[in-house]
């Protein structure tokens, strides 16, 4: 069966410090994975996703995500954490042929000045 | 372009009432998602439509129901209501299926007392 997993429910980071929030995934095939962030109060964005090419995916806000296949992980990184960064993350992966998302659990990551 | 609009923002029921939802999704869209959000169980789909038919549908009782108009706007209802649907209701659209990049409405805050 296909699942996604975020191992953390909670994620502190210092501002300026690098950040990963992790995404694993279970899928037969090839996948098609996605993170999206919700602020408070709002609904989700997306921010970027992976279906096929380079392993290195770049999306908004200098968010970034690494596919690795042999993982079969798909952890959300930034460089450098912004305070306005703190929002709970999702991470996604499609549902075989039903075009539908399977949801992780999502991961509050709170950036401290 | 207009993004993926719900009305109402915030609503408060009393048990064994019903209630409809209403999302408008960006223009051209003719696929429309719906998710309740709760704080234990996280992001739970409910059911997609797309061109008036309902084409997936989560693991929901059957007072659970939505439907679809030609122009894709489209509505949930739940009926009799119980406490443990108080939610954040989510809507979101998407060209064709969820696999694309999917936009968020704000979403529909339902207290049920």
């Known amino acids: 069966a296909q699942s996604v997993a975020q191992p953390e429910d909670q994620v502190n980071v210092a501002e300026g410090n690098p950040l990963t929030v992790k995404c694993t995934y279970s899928?037969?095939?090839?996948?098609?994975l996605f993170w999206y962030v919700q602020y408070p109060n709002r609904g989700l964005q997306f921010l970027l996703k992976?279906?096929?090419?380079d392993n290195l995916v770049k999306g908004s806000y200098g968010f970034e995500a690494e596919f690795n296949k042999s993982q079969t992980s798909f952890h959300l990184k930034k460089p450098s954490a912004l305070v306005s960064d703190s929002a709970l993350y999702f991470c996604a992966v499609r549902d075989g042929s039903n075009y539908q998302l399977i949801w992780g659990a999502g991961t509050k990551l709170i950036i401290k000045p | 372009k207009a993004g993926v609009t719900q009305t109402p923002r915030y609503l408060i029921k009393t048990r064994g009432q019903q209630v409809t939802l209403s999302c408008s999704p960006i223009?051209?869209?003719?696929?429309v998602s719906w998710y309740q959000q709760t704080p234990g169980q996280g992001l739970q789909f409910l059911f997609e439509?797309?061109?008036?038919?309902?084409?997936n549908k989560g693991n929901f009782p059957g007072r659970f129901s939505g439907r679809q108009f030609s122009n894709s706007r489209s509505e949930m209802n739940v009926s009799t209501l119980e406490l443990g649907d108080s939610a954040l209701y989510l809507c979101a659209s998407s060209p064709r299926n969820p696999a694309e990049t999917q936009y968020f409405g704000p979403g529909t805050r339902l207290l049920v007392l």
């Open positions: 992976y279906i096929t090419g």
């Open positions: 439509y797309f061109s008036e038919t309902q084409r």
């Open positions: 223009s051209g869209h003719r696929s």
């Open positions: 899928v037969s095939g090839n996948p098609y």
